[in-house]
């Protein structure tokens, strides 16, 4: 081999072996140093050996501190004396150079690692305590719970009040990001982007909630005018809110249980069938009647579907209600000023026409020591009207030329086979709970009497 070939050949065995030998110490030194670009809890531990590592994140640690940034552009802090930060080495340091890939030192040159090794920062966990209760985020009289969206009455509509988010944190969520970020000396930290804060579970754009508003809007923008003659009941927007409720669905619908309760409380005020009457006699006596069946009685089950039927189509309107049973008039005073009056004890019947009296005659009334044959007390509604037409009867001729019928099948009626009424004639040859009287006075009522008359009965 000539000369200049044995000098290359020699040159290219001592590059190898440069080579060989600095990679080898590479490996060598790779065995107890970090790696290049080897970041150990945001600090650069580059070359470093376990030893130089813990001294610099001991010191790092005691510089430590912890931005926390809070909504609305606040920031606060924690520093590592008030957390009571140290490092202690587990052994973590070791293992993450031991467990580098220190064979590829060489292209390791260019790259970028991050470490994290919680368990090598420790706390007290008191003095966390008290530094995170007592940030200023933290504070009671700093805190604005969030509020939803809700529905409000203005300007008499309902709109959508937005939803406030305020600022009150999540007391454990806070307490774990912290805690977490001090153990990894993260800094900064965003309480709002690490989800920390409270927040509303019904927003402005809720489809339920503007569902609701349009419900709720339709429903209550009608007014509903009871007429009782001299009194009025009015079922309006204030009314009507308080009949909503909510479906399976969560939207606004009518509870019928509330309107038949209104219905119901409508009825024990304004019905007057059977209840007492303070009435003032033909002769100048005032006195309470109770009992019969004249008066005014409202149909409960088909005015609560009425009412609710109003209100899903947003009819307005001026009504009476359903009546199971009318009188003739619908005032307070709803006996008014033409009606039938009965004193059995006198054994007088006076009628009066707009509060004049028309006829005035003496009577026999039903027997009341014949079992069920007394003529009974109360307010009573004329009935059907009849002429010429017989009558059921016992012991008497039944043919009669006048029938004002006034409960089931007792009536008022003339007794052409009478020649005398009144004084205690009914305790001897008394009816069967009718009322006979002269001829010329029953024809004067019977001409002048209209359905739904009171006839009033006492003793």
Not at 205 to 210: A, I, P, R, S, Y
Not at 287 to 310: F, H, R
Not at 381 to 386: A, C, D, I, P, S
């Amino acid at each position: 081999m000539s000369t200049r070939k044995k000098i290359m050949v020699s040159l290219i065995v001592i590059l190898l072996l440069l080579t060989a030998g600095a990679y080898g110490y590479g490996v060598y030194y790779f065995t107890e140093h970090f790696l290049p670009g080897s970041m150990v809890n945001g600090f650069n531990c580059s070359y470093m050996t376990v030893s130089e590592s813990e001294d610099l994140l001991t010191k790092k640690v005691g510089a430590y501190v912890l931005n926390i940034n809070t909504r609305n552009n606040g920031q606060e802090s924690i520093t590592a004396e008030q957390a009571g930060l140290s490092y202690d080495s587990d052994g973590s340091v070791n293992n993450l150079i031991k467990n580098q890939n220190r064979f590829t030192w060489f292209l390791e040159f260019s790259q970028h690692k991050e470490y994290e090794i919680s368990s090598s920062i420790k706390y007290d966990e008191q003095k966390v305590n008290v530094a995170i209760s007592g940030l200023k985020c933290m504070q009671q009289d700093n805190v604005t719970e969030p509020s939803d969206a809700h529905l409000e009455e203005k300007d008499d509509k309902f709109v959508i009040i937005p939803e406030e988010q305020g600022n009150a944190l999540k007391a454990e969520e806070t307490t774990q990001d912290i805690i977490q970020a001090l153990l990894t000396e993260r800094t900064p930290i965003d309480l709002e982007a690490d989800g920390c804060y409270k927040e509303p579970s019904i927003y402005q754009d809720n489809e339920t909630l503007v569902k609701n508003c349009d419900l709720i809007n339709k429903l209550t923008d009608v007014i509903i005018t009871y007429d009782f003659d001299d009194r009025t009941e009015t079922v309006d927007r204030e009314v009507i809110q308080n009949w909503l409720t909510t479906d399976e669905n969560g939207l606004y619908t009518l509870d019928k249980t509330q309107i038949e309760a209104y219905i119901s409380e409508l009825a024990a005020k304004y019905d007057t069938v059977g209840t007492d009457r303070t009435f003032n006699t033909y002769d100048g006596r005032q006195i309470s009647v109770g009992g019969g069946t004249y008066g005014w009685q409202i149909d409960q089950e088909a005015e609560t579907k009425a009412l609710m039927e109003l209100i899903q189509n947003g009819e307005t309107q001026v009504r009476e209600p359903v009546y199971a049973h009318e009188g003739l008039v619908r005032k307070t005073n709803d006996l008014g000023y033409t009606y039938i009056e009965i004193d059995l004890t006198a054994q007088r019947m006076v009628f009066y026409k707009d509060g004049t009296p028309t006829a005035d005659a003496q009577i026999v009334s039903g027997n009341p020591y014949v079992p069920n044959c007394a003529t009974p007390t109360g307010c009573y509604t004329v009935g059907e009207l009849k002429s010429g037409c017989t009558i059921n009867g016992e012991d008497y001729p039944s043919a009669v030329n006048y029938w004002i019928q006034f409960d089931g099948n007792l009536g008022i009626n003339d007794a052409p086979w009478r020649t005398a009424f009144g004084e205690q004639l009914y305790e001897f040859e008394g009816t069967h709970g009718s009322i006979c009287a002269p001829s010329d006075q029953v024809q004067i009522i019977y001409s002048n009497v209209e359905k739904n008359t009171p006839v009033v009965i006492y003793e």
